[in-house]
């Protein structure tokens, strides 16, 4: 009983959070498999100040976020989502080598933006790293690395997580495959009834195929228990740069004049930037969600094996990390 009413509470000031316009979701990586690195990142943005956090479907990434809150000692108010995708999906592919063609040149290494690849006798990625987001694809001279999507069962990866104690469920329903799209958003509309995400972006679908599947998709749930998030080009925004940000934006922009009965995140692409060329746009969104720049923006922090126990370095990456929450939470 108590469980309920700490769940129903939950979920009440998440939507009070999204209904005040001053949501700041951190995005840690949907493919982001790093433990220690999602800790630290929870860590960091929390102290922050920021309250939402997008993580990789994994039970030991939930464990590392919680962590990574117990560390900076906050118990409410803070929200945990998890990223599923579906075949297509860039956050859920992963890059391999072919030895074969690979001539060691090292570029994919340098391009790297989350330090995914090792060179030991040979290149290498490291699977636990690999966020998908194929700069290395687009670097290789040799055209040795492929993309492989690694397909998700929700019968089993969503249970173990929802038992853990979750906010949101991001559902990535970048596909033309329409039946798989519904089927798995039934799937997941099945299992969990809290706030549900659907994130999409136009590389797929044009303006009025992207609206009517999300209306299709909203059908099925009560108003504002769903979050839109209108990606731009994702994982794009390590710079902090205006044009990164213009299609998530007009992603944006698309969604609030249907004025669908659900939230509107910002994503993908996002920077410092976002906030002030959406308001130029006469674009309000709910929340900005940030990854590659946020997660960019502390890495020299993220590197440092002594950032748990060295106070003064903590206080300096969470200050680097306000200046960037502060954007959504003051404006
Ligand atoms: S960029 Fe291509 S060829 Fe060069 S090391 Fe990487 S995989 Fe090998
Ligand atoms: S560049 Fe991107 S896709 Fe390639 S290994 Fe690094 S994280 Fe993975």
Redesign the pocket.
């Known amino acids: 009983m108590i469980m309920m009413k700490k769940v129903e509470r939950d979920r009440k000031m998440l939507k009070d959070l999204l209904d005040a316009k001053k949501c700041f979701k951190l995005v840690c990586g949907a493919g982001n498999e790093d433990a220690l690195e999602v800790e630290k990142l929870v860590t960091i943005y929390s102290l922050a100040g920021c309250q939402f956090f997008d993580l990789c479907a994994k039970p030991e990434i939930v464990d590392a976020a919680k962590r990574g809150l117990e560390r900076a000692g906050i118990k409410e108010n803070r929200y945990i989502c998890i990223s599923v995708g579906i075949d297509g999906d860039p956050h859920i592919t992963?890059?391999l080598i072919d030895q074969e063609k690979c001539v060691k040149c090292g570029k994919?290494k340098v391009?790297?933006?989350?330090d995914?690849?090792i060179e030991l006798d040979k290149y290498k990625?490291k699977k636990s790293?690999?966020?998908?987001?194929?700069?290395?694809?687009n670097n290789c001279p040799k055209k040795a690395?492929q993309?492989y999507s690694q397909i998700q069962d929700y019968k089993e990866v969503l249970p173990p997580l929802i038992k853990k104690g979750i906010d949101c469920i991001e559902f990535h329903a970048i596909s033309t495959d329409e039946i798989d799209v519904m089927d798995k958003w039934a799937q997941i509309n099945e299992y969990f009834d809290g706030m549900l995400c659907i994130s999409l972006d136009r590389s797929e679908l044009g303006d009025k195929k992207l609206k009517q599947r999300v209306w299709k998709m909203l059908e099925c749930r009560k108003p504002y228990t769903t979050i839109i998030q209108a990606d731009g080009i994702a994982m794009s925004g390590s710079n902090d740069e205006y044009g990164t940000t213009l299609q998530a934006v007009a992603t944006a922009q698309l969604f609030q004049n249907a004025d669908m009965p659900a939230y509107i995140m910002m994503s993908g692409g996002t920077n410092k930037k976002s906030i002030e060329l959406a308001k130029q746009c006469d674009v309000h969104p709910h929340c900005l969600a940030v990854g590659s720049f946020a997660r960019k923006t502390v890495k020299e922090f993220l590197l440092a094996n002594d950032l748990f126990t060295n106070k003064e370095k903590l206080q300096q990456a969470v200050n680097t990390a306000k200046s960037l929450v502060d954007i959504v939470i003051n404006r």
């Open positions: 992963k890059a994919c391009t790297c933006p989350h995914a690849i990625v790293r690999c966020i998908g987001c194929m700069q290395c694809v690395i993309m």
